[in-house]
């Protein structure tokens, strides 16, 4: 089985790339970052030109497209760069993938529902974003499901909740869970939004459901995350007690705009079409993030 992966060194795309592989996959990764190696493809999906090899000579199997501006500060600042990309790029991308009558695994978010759905329900809900990223996905996903609908194009969307990774990027850009954990293990103060809730998932239950996915035969959206849903002050907590950190560190403010207080998804679907369910808790979960830091500020501080 052929794979191409767009969108392939991001956090999610990255640990998906190792998975597909150990799973016999053959697979041919593509993203905007420069690389030279066996296997890797530079490309814009917003000039798909240069993925023009990959679809019409390689001919894949199944398209994973993880491609996107993502964030609600940067599609609010880099308005027309998120809709170019996030709408006409992955028009560019399901043009092609008609094309080689490939399998499309299409990567949105759960930012697609806004603060109104609770539960988020993939059936019922009427998804009102507030924020443009979720905005763009949205009309992302309208593309896909119009291109299954109207020209059978072999389709399924994925929906995402607050997945991790104790591997991935650390920073103030990340999700609360690594920007806590980082900034705790560093000394630094943390914000909590007060009355927030989450779900989180970890990276190796996500690329199994998101390979799961390929197995779907009728277009349908479907919810990937955790049925765990925890206050993020519970989170905090979790995490400044396994980093031995002062309780003095964590702040408590209001939520700000464009952001959505709880989230709480349906995952019927994650169970009984991926027939996915969490493996990892989130103890363990915490417990696998605080230990790399420490690992990697050990190193800093040896180096």
Aim: aromatic fraction near 6%.
């Amino acid at each position: 089985m052929k794979a191409l992966v767009i969108g392939s060194e991001g956090n999610i795309g990255n640990p998906l790339v190792k998975y597909l592989r150990a799973k016999g996959y053959e697979v041919l990764e593509s993203d905007i970052r420069p690389g030279y190696r066996q296997d890797y493809l530079m490309a814009d999906i917003n000039y798909p030109l240069d993925l023009l090899t990959a679809f019409l000579d390689w001919k894949p199997d199944v398209i994973f497209i993880l491609s996107a501006i993502v964030s609600r500060v940067t599609c609010e600042q880099a308005a027309q760069l998120a809709i170019t990309t996030n709408l006409a790029g992955i028009n560019n991308i399901l043009q092609l993938c008609k094309r080689v009558d490939a399998m499309t695994v299409f990567f949105s978010t759960s930012e697609v529902y806004g603060p109104e759905n609770n539960p988020m329900d993939e059936s019922t809900s009427d998804p009102q974003p507030n924020n443009r990223y979720g905005l763009s996905k949205l009309l992302g996903e309208k593309l896909v499901e119009y291109e299954a609908r109207t020209y059978g194009l072999r389709a399924v969307t994925l929906r995402p909740f607050m997945m991790y990774d104790e591997n991935e990027d650390m920073g103030d850009h990340r999700s609360a869970m690594i920007r806590f954990a980082s900034n705790l293990a560093l000394g630094k103060s943390i914000e909590v939004h007060q009355g927030s809730a989450r779900g989180w998932l970890h990276v190796s239950d996500a690329v199994a459901a998101i390979e799961a996915a390929t197995k779907i035969t009728e277009y349908t959206t479907i919810n990937i995350g955790h049925p765990e849903i925890i206050p993020i002050a519970d989170l905090a907590e979790m995490i400044r007690k396994e980093l031995d950190a002062p309780s003095e560190l964590i702040t408590y403010k209001d939520l700000p705009p464009r952001m959505t207080l709880l989230k709480n998804p349906l995952l019927i679907r994650q169970k009984e079409l991926l027939g996915i369910q969490p493996k990892v808790s989130l103890s363990e979960g915490v417990k696998r993030v605080c230990q790399k830091v420490k690992e990697r500020l050990a190193q800093k501080i040896s180096i």
